[in-house]
């Protein structure tokens, strides 16, 4: 027997339009480019690769899109399909053809970890730096969460970066600062579709090298009496 819960994201997806359900899809492909899973790790480079915007396609089992206004409940799984295809972010560099080549040697994994530091920008500590700085501040602006896909496209751009114009350098620094550990994700309910949360982020500023909020302001030594003593002489001479 279905739980209450099952029944009530059941009628919500079943109220929900084909283009509806296919950004839903969309939005969770692109931030698969986010996880610290590591089997889901593994299959970015086909779901989820820098640099490109996932278009998801509901259609009809001869391949056909389905109806615009259609119901989401009008596709099937059992007979029905779900394409995925990617298209370049204006500005990204385009993903390297592959060339088929004899397979090398299995690495080990101190090898696939030196590789994947290679590939990693020389100045990548740098930008994670001013990403936790520009976060730091979003946080300062009294919002009661922030939202990773806001703070990704709306608010990080609006920063003087060298790095932050281009769509997949956003994505590629938040994708390695969430993978040291120094930003932290959860999931926090959307009004607008309960059955699909919003992925939200935060400073880690243990990890992060920044005193939290209260800690910002360190007293300052200073020579002479105490405050205190100096006042009750003041008063002693009224």
């Known amino acids: ?54 278009i998801v396609e509901l259609c009809s089992e001869n391949g056909r899109s389905k109806r ?65 700085a520009a976060l730091a501040e979003a946080e300062r602006g009294g919002h009661a969460f922030i939202a990773l896909k806001w703070f990704r496209d709306s608010f990080l751009p609006r920063k003087a970066f060298r790095w932050n114009q281009h769509p997949e350098s956003r994505q590629a620094v938040l994708a390695e600062a969430i993978q040291r550990g120094v930003v932290l994700t959860s999931k926090i309910a959307n009004p607008k579709t309960p059955a699909y949360p919003t992925t939200t982020i935060r400073l880690n500023r243990a990890e992060a090298g920044i005193p939290d909020e209260a800690q910002r302001f360190q007293p300052i030594d200073m020579q002479g009496e105490p405050v205190g003593v100096t006042i009750e002489a003041d008063r002693g001479m009224e």
């Open 1 to 54: 027997m279905k739980s209450n819960r099952s029944l009530l994201n059941q009628a919500e997806n079943d109220n929900l339009s084909i283009p509806a359900a296919e950004e839903i899809i969309e939005e969770a492909l692109n931030e698969l480019a986010f996880t610290q899973d590591p089997g889901l790790m593994r299959v970015l480079r086909f779901l989820a690769p820098a640099g490109y915007q996932a």
């Open 68 to 132: 615009r206004d259609a119901s989401v409940n009008t596709w099937s799984p059992e007979f029905d399909e779900v394409r995925i295809y990617f298209e370049r972010i204006e500005g990204a560099e385009p993903a390297p053809r592959a060339v088929r080549a004899q397979r090398a040697p299995a690495l080990d994994s101190d090898e696939e970890d030196e590789e994947q530091e290679s590939t990693l920008p020389a100045d990548m500590d740098v930008r994670i730096k001013e990403l936790c």
